[in-house]
């Protein structure tokens, strides 16, 4: 018998937002991304180009600052849709970079707050 494992689904994250598709925005993923990122991955802004990745306060290139969370799964190059302001978001099913701390997740939590975007 095979045996499927699901990952996460698009928007799982979300408890709620604003009407109207306001909280989203679309953007591309970085060039250097390896694999697929999931729904609910929590990005960082590439200064030069405007490409996003995964948040890394560890990082000099931009993707230091929090600037949205990934609405639909996707990988390199991929334009994808994105939470970017007002909503609600479960804590539980966000992704974070590999390694990160429990202080890194609560300043990239504030950072989220900042945007509008609560998590809970």
Not at 38 to 64: C, I, M, Q, R, W
């Amino acid at each position: 018998m095979t045996v499927f494992k699901d990952g996460p689904r698009t928007a799982e994250y979300l408890i709620s937002e604003a009407n109207g598709h306001r909280s989203r925005e679309t953007g591309a993923l970085a060039a250097g991304i390896v694999g697929e990122l999931p729904p609910g991955s929590v990005l960082g802004k590439v200064t030069v180009g405007g490409a996003f990745k995964l948040y890394n306060p560890t990082a000099n290139d931009g993707s230091e600052v929090v600037a949205r969370i990934l609405f639909e799964g996707g990988g390199a190059g991929d334009v994808r849709t994105m939470t970017a302001r007002d909503s609600e978001v479960k804590a539980s099913k966000l992704t974070w970079f590999a390694g990160a701390t429990a202080n890194q997740i609560a300043t990239g939590v504030a950072a989220l707050a900042a945007l509008g975007i609560i998590v809970r």
